[in-house]
């Protein structure tokens, strides 16, 4: 048997005993409460795991096996968010498949996550890049179609021509793409649309039955943007037949609307647009399409731009006329893409007014003079002869009734999100379901049909012509159906799309003829727990409530909500080093030399700062090494130990060290490293108070640290107890079982090595849980002030409740109290048990 502690011999041992014995294969009994804990699966990209992934992950597995061990039944899948850019990129740089390298990939992030001993379910993995996964992502797509929610629409898009691809906002910045510096242009193109903002009011409410942190809620809040106000008609001047709408939530200052503005892709743009002002629209218009949204709004804050179009609008409420302007703080993407402007009582507005030298006329009334500076608050309504004297609310509706009596505007609720934009002009991802029939129709492809594969190319870039990548596939692209000659679509779907439903599939993978069988999905679903970072809080996260909501309503789900309880871990970073000509060096060639770290071989000196790992900085910590060197429960435990998880922290190797020094401890405590049996003090002993205190306020601490997912508490504790253990005579071997058995999650390789050394029955991991005596928690002694007239003068331990009579005598019994007490006469004695003894007294 192993004398010494070695990681590297215990901890294969029992990975490969999970592995054949199947150890945490998830099964729907129905004699046990089921419990559902996930963490946001990985993309297998080319760079593998770093020590911050596995962050997550840990704090998973512990709550799976801790369930496990209280008797749930527990679902604790894994799987791979396959389809995606990355590998598309890296294959057209390798030429090679994106499948060989996603295949490859996986293949190291399974090794990888295995040799960190997590209890996944490995017979439930799933890849989203597999056909006989994406056969159903597939499939709900065809759902939506069929319910009106997916549609055909032309929108404006960022087109990158170097890379031949829409890009989404956030990759867009200063009119160039993020990545590689290339040039962006605004374009309007072809794309498949979901219509998320069907289920606006529902993904609101239902926010608030979730157990999500209040931040994560708040941004799904501001991101679906609920506003209440009034949609107004504003008629063209001189333009019989055309006219624009604005959304407002304050259509009680209509009467101060004294100019409008269009985006600058608002369709009308052009139409309304003056000879004389053609040539100044036309290229404010070319410059503002070049920025992202976020850049225009940004922008706007620090200058107003824009430009009068020599058109002019009548303002429904008095019929005047106003000028129709263009600006680009007013986004196509968000409302109708037109507003009123009503500078007296708008910020954005007045700023505008006051760049452009346009009327401000005051409708709210505010004790303020609104030349100078716009009045926001509330007030009564002045100068709008329909509604003067009303108050706010009041005055909303008035105006209100008298437009859509009028047939001018209407009440109405508007949400700032958009329906999501689904196509891709990539390769790897998954192709529609659908045919164009040769008059353009679309035709939804029968049930039977899929999985639509991905025809198999050797060229993944985009045409020449600007197509997709899967317009090479021409033998692929037209396809015959029923005696016509058709198209298949050439867009593919997001990477969001295999994401959105993965933790339905985990619960029944193998299934042939749905994405999910009812009776399984009423089992395990909702997740109890997901983990995962905050960064998703309005993509994933949304999309995923979106899609679940729609299988809410086709019946496939029992829940209107997918993720009952949300929690988002913080970030591990890494420290950097780089010189003054920014040069980044490995933490290996860089030692401290007093306050300054410098390079070993030429002293040269280097800059250190706490940043995200990544290749490019030569901070990447890779687990493996550390799993080498420490073993992979000091990994998982000093993961939890840095501090909250939901904390950003930075990453010390030495701290890795430390919490393998205690398992060291307590290796020692159990095995004689000499013979490599048990130690000679282990044995069945009773437990001593202050061991059995130590050992119960252990099981506590991590009971409830585990519950409220504050992992790092419980582990003080774990050190407090074998530190009290070691060096005794006597080990009890129950307070080893117990002990062992709230370890397990944290440590679990070295939980069942001790476990079986001990001859303990079944495995630790299989529970059951120990619960904590309240009667043990309790100290034997405490510490009691004793005070003369109010003032200290001694502390004394004493029994915990011990009588007051022999309290007070041990107290007058204390030398130094003896010494205040001397010709003086005690007359009042103040008692407050197990704290304090207060002597009252007179001269003698």
Not at 81 to 90: C, M, S, T, Y
């Amino acid at each position: 048997m192993q004398h010494r502690y070695d990681p590297a011999t215990i901890e294969p041992r029992w990975q490969a005993y999970w592995k054949a014995h199947r150890s945490f294969r998830a099964i729907e009994d129905p004699s046990k409460p089921k419990y559902y804990v996930l963490c946001m699966f990985p993309y297998p990209s080319g760079a593998g795991l770093h020590v911050g992934h596995p962050e997550s992950y840990t704090a998973v597995d512990i709550v799976a096996r801790y369930r496990r061990q209280r008797g749930y039944a527990v679902l604790n899948p894994i799987g791979f968010d396959a389809f995606g850019l990355p590998a598309e990129r890296a294959a057209v740089r390798e030429g090679r498949h994106p499948r060989e390298i996603i295949e490859e990939n996986i293949v190291t992030f399974t090794r990888q996550l295995e040799r960190l001993g997590f209890s996944f379910d490995w017979d439930r993995c799933v890849d989203t890049s597999d056909p006989e996964y994406y056969r159903w992502t597939q499939w709900i797509f065809r759902k939506m179609v069929e319910r009106g929610l997916a549609y055909l629409a032309k929108v404006p898009v960022y087109w990158c021509p170097a890379q031949k691809t829409v890009l989404a906002n956030e990759e867009v910045q200063d009119g160039v793409y993020v990545e590689t510096g290339d040039p962006v242009e605004r374009r309007t193109m072809r794309q498949w649309m979901l219509r998320i903002t069907s289920y606006a009011e529902r993904l609101l409410e239902d926010l608030e039955s979730l157990d999500w942190p209040e931040n994560v809620k708040e941004m799904q809040r501001n991101w679906i943007g609920r506003s209440e106000g009034a949609m107004v008609t504003f008629a063209v001047a001189d333009a019989p037949g055309l006219s624009f709408e604005v959304f407002t939530t304050r259509p009680d200052t209509l009467y101060g609307a004294t100019w409008c503005v269009l985006a600058p892709e608002h369709p009308l743009v052009e139409a309304v647009t003056t000879p004389e002002r053609a040539a100044e629209v036309s290229d404010y218009v070319a410059r503002a399409r070049q920025r992202s949204d976020m850049e225009r709004v940004v922008a706007a804050e620090k200058e107003k731009t824009g430009v009068f179009t020599g058109a002019f609008a009548v303002n429904p409420a008095n019929g005047e006329r106003i000028p129709i302007w263009v600006a680009d703080y007013v986004l196509v993407t968000y409302g109708t893409g037109a507003i009123m402007a009503v500078p007296a009582h708008d910020e954005r507005d007045h700023a505008f007014a006051r760049t452009f030298g346009l009327p401000i006329v005051e409708v709210v009334s505010g004790g303020r003079d609104v030349q100078a500076e716009a009045w926001t608050g509330d007030g009564v309504a002045v100068n709008s002869p329909l509604i003067d004297g009303l108050a706010v609310e009041a005055a909303k509706a008035r105006i209100t009734a008298w437009l859509e009596e009028r047939g001018l505007g209407r009440a109405k609720v508007q949400y700032k999100l958009r329906d999501w934009l689904f196509s891709r002009q990539r390769y790897w991802g998954e192709p529609f379901p659908v045919v164009f029939e040769p008059d353009g129709s679309i035709r939804l492809l029968p049930e039977d049909a899929l999985p639509v594969p991905i025809p198999e190319l050797d060229d993944f870039r985009p045409t020449e012509d600007c197509q997709p990548p899967l317009a090479r596939a021409t033998d692929w692209i037209e396809v015959d159906w029923d005696g016509h000659r058709c198209l298949r679509e050439s867009n593919t779907m997001p990477q969001w799309a295999g994401s959105c439903w993965y933790y339905l599939r985990y619960m029944d993978p193998h299934n042939d003829r749905l994405p999910v069988d009812a009776a399984k999905e009423a089992y395990w679903g909702p997740v109890d727990l997901y983990i995962g970072g905050v960064e998703h809080a309005v993509t994933h996260l949304l999309y995923a409530r979106f899609w679940h909501k729609v299988l809410y309503d086709v019946g496939l789900v029992h829940t209107k909500e997918p993720f009952q309880r949300l929690f988002n871990q913080g970030m591990i970073l890494a420290f950097s080093y780089r010189d003054a000509a920014g040069k980044y060096y490995h933490p290996d060639e860089v030692e401290q030399r007093g306050d300054v770290f410098v390079v070993r071989k030429t002293g040269a000196p280097v800059e250190a700062q706490i940043e995200k790992m990544s290749k490019s900085k030569r901070n990447v910590v890779d687990p493996l090494e550390i799993v080498d060197r420490y073993g992979a429960d000091a990994l998982r435990m000093y993961e939890m130990f840095m501090g909250p998880l939901e904390q950003v922290k930075p990453w010390q190797t030495s701290g890795v060290q430390g919490v393998h020094r205690f398992l060291q401890r307590l290796w020692r405590l159990v095995v004689d490293e000499e013979t490599g049996g048990l130690k000679p003090a282990v044995g069945d002993h009773p437990i001593p108070r202050d061991l059995g205190r130590a050992l119960h306020l252990t099981i506590r601490e991590t009971t409830e640290g585990i519950e409220t997912i504050r992992l790092n508490t419980p582990i003080s504790r774990m050190m407090e107890f074998v530190n009290l253990a070691t060096g005794r005579d006597r080990v009890p071997r129950e307070a080893l079982r117990a002990f062992l058995a709230v370890l397990s999650p944290y440590a679990p390789h070295i939980a069942e090595e001790l476990w079986e050394r001990l001859g303990l029955p079944g495995r630790a991991a299989d529970g059951p849980w120990p619960a904590w005596d309240p009667a043990m928690l309790v100290e034997d002694l405490v510490e009691v002030a004793v005070q003369v007239q109010g003032r200290l003068r001694a502390t004394l331990q004493a029994p915990r409740d011990l009588p007051r009579p022999e309290l007070v005598e041990r107290a007058k019994a204390h030398p130094n109290v003896v010494r205040h007490l001397e010709g003086k006469v005690v007359v009042r004695e103040i008692v407050v048990p197990n704290r304090l003894v207060n002597l009252v007294v007179r001269p003698g």
